[in-house]
């Protein structure tokens, strides 16, 4: 079962504001799926994608993939065919620190996907890199097992899970 409930951000920062980092973003939605949440998994990576392969075709449990990919824009972290296992796979959104690509696919795969931009480049693959660490970009360390909503006004982070009845 997929987390599906919708909310919004701002109505969550007006009544946790205390308990959220709210963080000052700049990435675009790719993905079907406007808003979506989870506990945070996280992986660090840069320029090779083979553990975000891995970790998208492996049971999400409606986790969010947060891939800190250093900001590199020299290749895509994320491609239709890896969003695609991710639904699959039942990972409720992923929040890419670099590019992805075949946005137009994507775009049709109900997923949440926020990436920095766009580049048809694929990725190394050379099995480098680091799974449910804690990884820090924009001023903002996401820490596996804490929770991420994020939609179209923004992301928050929650150390617990948050009411969004």
């Known amino acids: 079962m997929r987390n599906n409930k919708k909310f919004k951000t ?38 090779d994608n083979s553990k975000v392969r891995e970790a998208v075709n492996s049971e999400g449990s409606n986790k969010v993939l947060v891939v800190d990919g250093n900001a ?15 639904f699959k796979n039942n990972w409720s959104g992923i929040i890419v620190n670099g590019c992805i690509r075949d946005s137009d696919v994507i775009a049709n795969i ?14 190394i693959k050379k099995n480098v890199g680091d799974v449910d660490i804690d990884v820090s970009f924009m001023n903002v360390t996401f820490k596996p097992g804490d929770y991420i909503y994020a939609d179209l006004d923004g992301i928050i982070l929650s150390n617990k899970k948050l009411d969004i009845s």
Do not use: R, W
């Open 72 to 86: 590199s824009t020299d290749c895509a972290l994320l491609g239709d065919m890896l969003a695609e296992a991710a």
């Open 10 to 47: 701002a109505d969550l920062c007006d009544i946790y504001s205390d308990d959220v980092i709210i963080m000052h973003q700049q990435f675009k939605s790719y993905g079907k799926e406007e808003s979506f949440y989870g506990e945070i998994s996280t992986i660090k990576c840069f320029n």
């Open 110 to 123: 109900g997923i949440g996907v926020f990436a920095l931009s766009t580049i048809p480049i694929k990725s």
